[in-house]
C-alpha cells in the first residue's frame, strides 16, 4: 500500500513537470512563430508599399509606360515570363478600367498574370486600401496591393507568402521535435529526483510508526536529501509532535491534579463526617447524659453539617466552573456592588475600618451573581484572615479599555510561597480556617469572564487582591 502510494505521488509529479513544461513549449513556440510571421510578413509588405508609392507619384499612364524605351526592362522583369517556368515570386499586371487584363505595347499576359487579375475581383477595393492583403493565385498564397495610373489602368502588384508558411512549418517542426525531446529528458529526470528526494517520507512513516507504539520523544530527523518542502513538512510535524507530547503531558498533570483534588475533598469531608459519626455514637451509647452535653453535641453536629454543605457547594459550583458555563452576561453597576460588600463587611465587623472608592456608576456587561461571589470570597478572606482593626479598602476604576476591582487590607500578608499557592484549591495560609476553596472560585469566576486575578503581597504589608476584567458595556 505504501509503495504503491508513493509510486502515485511520483507519477502525479512527474506529469504535473511534463505538462507545465508541454505548456511552456506550446506558448513559446506559438509566441517565436508568429512573431516569425509577423516579421517576414512586414517585409513583404513593405516592399509592396514602396512599390505602389513609386507608381502613384510617378502620375504614369500605359500610354506612356508604352513610349518609354526602358519599358523593354520592365517588360522584359515585369510583363513576360517563359511558359513551363516556376511561379514567379513576384507578379505585375495592369488591369483595365472593364477590369480585363492589359497588353502593353502588344505582349500578351502570361498565365500568371491574369490569374493574379482573376484572383483579385476589385481592384479599386484593393488600391483604396492602404495594407496589402492576402490572396490565392491558383493555390499559391500571396500578398497583394494595387494603386490606379493617371489614364485610369489599376497596375497589381503580388509577392508570394509560400516561403515565409514553409519557413514557419519548418520552426513550428523543429519545435515540436525539440520540445518532445525535451519532455521526455524531463519525464527521466523527475521520476529520478522525486524517488531521491522523498526518501525522508520513509523516516516520517517510521517516526510516526514509533510515536504510535508510545514513544512520544521520538522526531524525525533531518536529512540531506530533503527538498525545501519536505523540509518544511518535517518541521511542521515535529511542532505537531512536540504540541501532543505538551498535550499529553498537560493530560497527565491534569490528571495527577484531579486525583489530587479528590483525595484533599475526600480529606476535607471526612473531618467532618468524623466528628458527625463520633457524637452520634456517643449519643448511641448513651455518654451523653447531661442536657448541656446533648446540646453542645448538636450544636457541634450542625456545624459540622453546615461545613459539609458549604464544601460541596463550593466543589459544585468549582465543577460548574470547570465546564465553562454560558455566563448571563447584563448591565451591573460595579460601583453598587462594591457599595453593597463594603456595606455587608460594616455589618459584621463595625469596628473594621473600611474605605471605598467607588464613586458614581461603572456599567459593564458581566454576570452579577458571579461578581457578586467572587466580591463576597474576597471579603470573606479578609474578615477571616485578619483581625478586626485592620482597614481594608474596596476600590473599581476604568483605565485603558480595562475595569481594575481590588480588594486590599493591611493585614499580616502572606510569604512568597503562600502567595504561590494561593489559588490552589484547599490549600489555607498557616493552615487556617476555611474550605480554601474561596480564591479558586475567584480565579475561576474571573477567567469566566475573560479577566484574570493579580495578588500583590509581603510580610508585614497586607495583601492586595485585583480583578481585572474587560470593559464591555
Known amino acids: 500500500m505504501h509503495a504503491r502510494s508513493r509510486h502515485s505521488l511520483r507519477v502525479k509529479l512527474t506529469l504535473a513537470n511534463v505538462a507545465l513544461l508541454a505548456l511552456g513549449i506550446v506558448a513559446a513556440t506559438a509566441v517565436s512563430v508568429m512573431a516569425m510571421r509577423y516579421y517576414l510578413l512586414d517585409q513583404i509588405d513593405s516592399e509592396l508599399t514602396r512599390s505602389r508609392d513609386s507608381l502613384r507619384s510617378s502620375q504614369l499612364t500605359m500610354e506612356v509606360i508604352d513610349g518609354l524605351s526602358e519599358l523593354a526592362i520592365v517588360r522584359e522583369r515585369f510583363f513576360q515570363q517563359d511558359e513551363g517556368e516556376a511561379r514567379p515570386d513576384q507578379i505585375l499586371t495592369a488591369v483595365g478600367k472593364g477590369g480585363g487584363t492589359v497588353s502593353p505595347a502588344g505582349f500578351t499576359p502570361s498565365d500568371d498574370q491574369r490569374d493574379l487579375a482573376a484572383a483579385v475581383s476589385d ?18 498564397a500571396y500578398r497583394a496591393t494595387a494603386t490606379r495610373l493617371a489614364d485610369g489602368t489599376y497596375i497589381l502588384l503580388a509577392t508570394s507568402t509560400e516561403a515565409v508558411h514553409r519557413g514557419v512549418a519548418k520552426a513550428i517542426r523543429l519545435d515540436l521535435a525539440i520540445g518532445t525531446l525535451l519532455l521526455a529528458l524531463l519525464a527521466c529526470l523527475t521520476m529520478f529526483s522525486v524517488r531521491r528526494r522523498m526518501r525522508p517520507l520513509e523516516d516520517m512513516v517510521e517516526t510516526s510508526s514509533a510515536i504510535a507504539e508510545g514513544d512520544l520523544t521520538r522526531r524525525v ?14 518541521v511542521a510535524l515535529n511542532s505537531m509532535l512536540h504540541q501532543v507530547e505538551s498535550a499529553y503531558r498537560t493530560r497527565e498533570r491534569s490528571a495527577s491534579q484531579l486525583r489530587r483534588f479528590v483525595a484533599d475533598a475526600s480529606h476535607e469531608l471526612r473531618t467532618p463526617l468524623s466528628a458527625i459519626r463520633g457524637y452520634l455514637q456517643l449519643y448511641d451509647k448513651g455518654m451523653l447524659r447531661e442536657a448541656a452535653e446533648r446540646k453542645r453535641a448538636w450544636e457541634r453536629v450542625m456545624a459540622e453539617a453546615d461545613r459539609m454543605g458549604r464544601l460541596v457547594d463550593e466543589l459544585l459550583f468549582l465543577a460548574r466552573l470547570d465546564q465553562q458555563p454560558e455566563l448571563r452576561f447584563r448591565n451591573v453597576d460595579l460601583s453598587r456592588l462594591v457599595r453593597d460588600a463594603a456595606e455587608d463587611l460594616l455589618v459584621q465587623q463595625p469596628e473594621r475600618p473600611v474605605s471605598v472608592g467607588a464613586d458614581g456608576a461603572l456599567v459593564v456587561q458581566a454576570d452579577e451573581s458571579g ?6 470570597n474576597l471579603v470573606g478572606n479578609v474578615r477571616t484572615h485578619t483581625p478586626a482593626d485592620v482597614p481594608v479598602r474596596l476600590g473599581v476604576e476604568r483605565a485603558d479599555g480595562l475595569v481594575r476591582l481590588s480588594v486590599a487590607d493591611e493585614g499580616p500578608g502572606l510569604c512568597q510561597e503562600d502567595a504561590a499557592r494561593i489559588f490552589d484549591r484547599f490549600f489555607r495560609a498557616g493552615g487556617g480556617a476555611g474550605s480554601g476553596l474561596g480564591m479558586a472560585i475567584v480565579q475561576g469566576v474571573v477567567q469566566a469572564h475573560g479577566g484574570r486575578v493579580a495578588v500583590r503581597t509581603a510580610p508585614g504589608e497586607g495583601l492586595t487582591v485585583t480583578v481585572i476584567l474587560p470593559a464591555r458595556t
Do not use: K, N
Not at 461578581?371 to 463576597?376: A, D, E, I, K, T
Open 123 to 140: 481592384p479599386r477595393a484593393l488600391a483604396g486600401d492602404t495594407e496589402p492583403h492576402d490572396i490565392e493565385v491558383r493555390g499559391d
Open 371 to 376: 461578581l457578586r461571589q467572587v466580591l463576597g
Open 221 to 234: 530527523p533531518s536529512s540531506r536529501e530533503a527538498t525545501l518542502e519536505v523540509e518544511q513538512l518535517r
